[in-house]
Nanobody, 123 residues
């Protein structure tokens, strides 16, 4: 089973940048898509971004387009989320996920999840 470990969360001010990392124990066909989701208190889990290991094709949630960038390093089995121009509404626990994911914006398409990392943006 693929294990995912996130890192890089923290407390920043509005307008700052932060980079999250997600290290996967392995890359498999069933985990061809890697994604980031986030969940704020009292809210549903929200799709942030996704990337395919093989092609590098990416997709983004509307609320982060133009500010966040997802990338991967296949040699390190690691996916990154570069977050720029952070806003207080970006405050959430950010989760890394892996799955076959035909519908990559849907959380239930992912079978493996990391433990989450807290991102807090102060105004």
């Amino acid at each position: 089973q693929v294990q995912l470990v996130e890192s890089g969360g923290g407390l920043v001010q509005a307008g700052d940048s932060l980079r999250l990392s997600c290290a996967a124990s392995e890359r498999t066909f069933s985990s061809r898509t890697m994604a980031w989701f986030r969940q704020a208190p009292g809210k549903e889990r929200e799709f942030v971004a996704a990337i395919r290991w093989s092609s590098g094709v990416t997709s983004y949630g509307e609320s982060v387009k133009g500010r966040f960038t997802i990338s991967r390093d296949n040699a390190k089995n690691t996916v990154y989320l570069q977050m720029n121009s952070l806003k207080p509404e970006d405050t959430a626990v950010y989760y890394c996920a892996a799955g076959f994911a035909v519908r990559e914006t849907q959380a239930n398409e992912y079978s493996r999840w990391g433990q989450g990392t807290q991102v807090t943006v102060s105004s």
